[in-house]
């Protein structure tokens, strides 16, 4: 009977929504205290979680989703994007890395959680910078007295986009 049973051990089946790849049922997600990438169950998905890196609760949000980063070295201005139009608002900027999801930026005073800032992005050669809008998503400090803003795109940018400000930055460079 038991080698039957063996015999009969279903294929794996994928039910809908379930993460692509059959051997990582978990989905990823980014602790809001630590910043690193931490597994989530999709059935946690908004709950409160302990990160297992810094051990601080987190929020193991919905539709969680890690793109990858691509580490740069991008000069921009910002400012609250309540202050768009306030010129002495602007502060200079380096992007560090850049994903679809967000930028990290490194400047010299810091802006609280939660602010929206406008960042100008290079625009392609010869074009006005393209300007996004980003909400801080957390804020740490460099040895040297820096801030390091991880910040959240508002809206999410496409592969293309993303590919395009590379391009421009380091065109411009
Ligand atoms: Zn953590």
Not at 3 to 16: E, F, H, I, Y
């Amino acid at each position: 009977m038991s080698s039957q049973l063996a015999a009969m051990k279903p294929a794996p089946t994928r039910s809908p929504g379930a993460p692509p790849s059959a051997d990582a049922p978990f989905a990823l997600c980014r602790c809001a205290g630590c910043d690193r990438e931490m597994k989530i169950l999709p059935a946690w998905a908004g709950k409160m979680v302990r990160c297992p890196y810094c051990k601080q609760p987190t929020q193991a949000y919905r539709n969680c989703r890690v793109y990858e980063r691509r580490p740069c070295a991008v000069e921009v201005a910002c400012q609250p994007a309540a202050a768009r139009t306030a010129d002495e608002a602007r502060w200079e900027a380096t992007v560090c890395d850049i994903s679809r999801g967000g930028v990290r930026l490194r400047l010299g005073r810091r802006f609280e959680k939660g602010a929206a800032l406008a960042v100008e992005l290079p625009g392609p050669a010869g074009e006005d910078p393209t300007v996004v809008f980003v909400r801080v998503a957390r804020l740490t400090r460099a040895a040297d007295g820096a801030w390091l803003l991880g910040c959240a795109f508002i809206s999410e940018l496409s592969e293309e986009e993303v590919r395009n400000i590379l391009a421009a930055a380091s065109a411009g460079a």
